[in-house]
């Protein structure tokens, strides 16, 4: 069963605008008491500041108020002409080429060495009261609704399942992709609707501190409250727009650069009604409630500023199969490459990693947190812009390992996640390509794992290689 109270509802605009980058991170905590709201934490100064741009960049400028608040971030350029992944590529000075490439005639084939695009995933878990409860066949749903308690205190519940799973994940992410940097937080933190901008456990790089970091704060957690998730996956999409591996020091823009990922797991939709703030209550109004405002507003404007949600729906979630469908379909992430079921009026939905009628929730658990490391943590590398527009059919990759020969992959447009093997470009929220972004998959990037000598270069100017 779970509990009913007012929530915090921070708009997806005011999020965005109001949390931008500076010499130290300023973090505005949302505090929830007795159904009203209340804003701690340091404001800005006045004046004119730097604020991120759709694209990651920290290339737009904003200005605070005199009473601390922050107007809208303004951009100086669009976002396709101003992409921090071309930035990270240079013409490479040892100008050799696969094969293939070396034998085509009428073409100047020029080798960019191209940097891999970091990752900042967010876990955003849901440790609301049904969550204590068994998962089925041992405890069915609507027992669970009934009472939020186990049915058999000597198996293992939802929630011991799902910390079990999040601490291989972990364990598994630092031994293949080191260079992640992954983040944890909760819903509802304060037993009743509360829910955080800043995570229990902030983004930052995955090494052995940051992984006990996240098993202790897995540990020391257990289920209660209600369900705000519409508060907190917004939250969690304003901190990975602005805060993403913050730290003193930092040196722009090591801020939100890169490929960002929302992993939300839950086992149903928002349980808390209205909120108390009126300009959060008038927006919720206008999308025809808090939950339709999610993925009507706010998931679908995360996507194009490159934050992709995937969601995972626990035992519990069956009511919930086409919102949480739906939110996986407009954060980017739809299984299927799209051809899936999301109507969020529906109970039925296939976009999303649905659990709800598996069963072996821990199995089932185990293999989509598998299947989301691989897809949001893959070989993705930069493109250079080249100092104009990139020609689509006459771009290439390759890669130099220990043996110091050129090898090209093929371009393959299949599924990255299931069949291609070989090269394509990422995709956008839209599901058109990213002319920005180049996305190795299958065994070619198990390849560029496996040497650790390897370095990938982007080739432009010579006809696209294409799998036949």
């Not at 100064?45 to 971030?73: F, H, K, V, W």
């Not at 944890?184 to 501190?209: E, H, I, M, R, Y």
């Not at 990422?426 to 065994?443: E, H, P, Y």
């Amino acid at each position: 069963m779970r509990d009913r109270c007012a929530a915090s509802l921070l708009l997806a605009s005011w999020l965005f605008a109001n949390c931008s980058p500076a010499s130290a991170p300023e973090r505005m905590t949302s505090v929830v008491t007795a159904g009203s709201t209340a804003l701690t934490g340091q404001r800005c100064m006045p004046g004119t500041r730097q604020c991120y741009c759709e694209d990651g960049t920290p290339q737009g400028s904003q200005i605070c108020n005199a009473d601390g608040t922050l107007s809208p971030c303004v951009c100086p350029v669009p976002v396709a002409m101003s992409s921090p992944a071309a930035a990270s590529s240079a013409l490479s000075a040892d100008t050799r080429v696969c094969a293939e490439l070396s034998d085509k005639s009428g073409c100047v084939a020029k080798s960019y060495h191209s940097t891999e695009l970091p990752a900042n995933v967010l876990f955003v878990v849901d440790r609301s009261g049904s969550m204590a409860c068994n998962p089925p066949p041992l405890q069915d749903s609507a027992a669970c609704e009934a009472q939020a308690t186990p049915s058999d205190g000597t198996q293992p519940s939802k929630w011991q399942i799902t910390i079990g799973a999040l601490q291989r994940v972990f364990d598994d992410l630092l031994a293949q992709h080191s260079s992640a940097n992954i983040g944890l937080t909760f819903f509802s933190n304060d037993n009743t609707c509360g829910v955080q901008s800043l995570p229990s456990v902030p983004v930052s790089k995955l090494d052995a501190t940051q992984i006990a970091a996240l098993k202790q704060a897995l540990m020391q957690t257990t289920p209660s409250g209600g369900t705000p998730l519409v508060g907190a996956t917004t939250l969690a999409y304003a901190y990975l727009h602005q805060e993403a591996g913050m730290a003193p020091g930092c040196v722009e823009p090591c801020g939100a650069h890169g490929n960002r990922y929302v992993v939300l797991i839950t086992d149903g939709t928002d349980s808390c009604p209205m909120p108390s703030r009126a300009q959060d209550a008038a927006a919720c109004t206008a999308a025809g409630s808090c939950t339709n405002y999610l993925v009507k507003t706010a998931a679908p404007n995360a996507a194009q500023a490159n934050i992709k949600t995937y969601v995972i729906g626990a035992p519990g979630s069956e009511p919930a199969r086409g919102y949480l469908s739906e939110l996986a379909f407009v954060g980017g992430t739809a299984k299927n490459a799209g051809k899936c079921n999301h109507d969020p009026t529906a109970q039925t939905g296939d976009c999303h990693f649905d659990m709800t009628s598996s069963p072996d929730f821990a199995g089932a658990l185990a293999s989509a947190l598998g299947s989301i490391s691989g897809a949001a943590l893959g070989c993705e590398f930069a493109v250079p812009s080249a100092g104009g527009q990139v020609d689509k059919g006459s771009v290439n990759v390759q890669y130099r390992g220990a043996k110091g020969e050129a090898v090209c992959f093929k371009y393959d447009d299949r599924a990255c996640e299931t069949s291609a093997d070989g090269w394509q470009f990422a995709k956008r929220a839209d599901g058109t390509d990213d002319l920005s972004r180049v996305v190795i998959c299958g065994k070619a990037c198990d390849s560029v794992r496996a040497d650790a000598a390897a370095r990938v270069d982007v080739v432009l100017g010579c006809e696209t290689i294409v799998l036949q």
